[in-house]
């Protein structure tokens, strides 16, 4: 399969995204160990750390599966955004 111009772009600007997950994997790290941490003293769990986390490791299996062609559909900003939280 040939990429087409437009494609292969929004493909190479998606590579030069992935340089910027070790952040994200971070961040969701650090909301793991916040909820991590109010479970061990019994806290109610602050769901929206829980939908951000979802939301972000959800992003980043739409880009991974678009650069490896496993899906023809260009993650945002391309296209609209997905919620990927239990609703």
Do not use: C, E
Not at 25 to 35: A, G, K, N
Not at 62 to 77: E, G, V, W
Request: proline share 8%.
């Amino acid at each position: 399969m040939k990429l087409q111009p437009p494609d292969l772009f929004t493909r190479i600007f998606f590579i030069l995204v992935l340089t910027f997950i070790p952040s994200a994997f971070t961040f969701i790290i650090l909301i793991s160990l916040i909820l991590l941490v109010m479970d061990i003293f019994n806290q109610p769990r602050i769901d929206s750390l829980v939908v951000i986390s979802q939301n972000i490791s959800g992003y980043i299996v739409q880009i991974i599966d678009y650069l490896t062609l496993q899906s023809k559909t260009a993650p945002f900003p391309f296209s609209p955004w997905q919620n990927h939280h239990d609703t």
